[in-house]
């Protein structure tokens, strides 16, 4: 037993010194998401699209042209929308729309996307009521 244990440790004290000494594996970096791009993220509710800190996504009955936010002024104050960099490129169902103002934001099959300001922690969902036009961003399947 000693022996196997002492065996052990200088498998483990010669791997320590191969990463110290900079012999770690050479594979490349995760490429990065561009910052705010919308995630599927699986829930106690279910799917559902969050923003890259967990936070849930909303869409608004509201947006049904396919290529606009009707979510402009005193709206933003409750609803932030999940703005998109400049060098962010659509892909399958996530789209880009241009604002009122010029800055673009994320959508999910034509849908705007936003962040609810009553949410305060990834996963909860605040933001969604039976009686309001907002609702959870769900991934169709």
């Given at each position: 037993?000693?022996?196997?244990?002492?065996?052990?440790?200088?498998?483990?004290?010669?791997?320590?010194?191969a990463l110290a000494s900079g012999h770690e594996s050479s594979a490349p970096a995760p490429k990065k998401e561009p910052p705010n791009t919308p995630q599927v993220a699986m829930t106690e509710r279910g799917?559902?699209?969050?923003?890259?800190?967990?936070?849930?996504?909303?869409?608004?009955?509201?947006?049904?042209?396919g290529n606009k936010s009707n979510c402009n002024g005193k709206c933003n104050e409750r609803w932030i929308p999940l703005t998109a960099t400049g060098d962010a490129q659509a892909t399958g169902d996530f789209t880009l729309i241009t604002r009122n103002d010029g800055s673009k934001m994320w959508a999910y099959r034509y849908r705007p996307l936003y962040t609810s300001q009553q949410d305060k922690a990834p996963g909860e969902a605040n933001g969604a009521a039976s009686s309001t036009q907002w609702h959870i961003a769900r991934p169709a399947f």
């Amino acid at each position: 037993m000693l022996k196997v244990l002492t065996i052990g440790a200088a498998l483990l004290l010669s791997t320590g010194a191969a990463l110290a000494s900079g012999h770690e594996s050479s594979a490349p970096a995760p490429k990065k998401e561009p910052p705010n791009t919308p995630q599927v993220a699986m829930t106690e509710r279910g799917p559902m699209l969050t923003d890259q800190k967990g936070m849930t996504l909303y869409y608004f009955d509201k947006d049904d042209s396919g290529n606009k936010s009707n979510c402009n002024g005193k709206c933003n104050e409750r609803w932030i929308p999940l703005t998109a960099t400049g060098d962010a490129q659509a892909t399958g169902d996530f789209t880009l729309i241009t604002r009122n103002d010029g800055s673009k934001m994320w959508a999910y099959r034509y849908r705007p996307l936003y962040t609810s300001q009553q949410d305060k922690a990834p996963g909860e969902a605040n933001g969604a009521a039976s009686s309001t036009q907002w609702h959870i961003a769900r991934p169709a399947f």
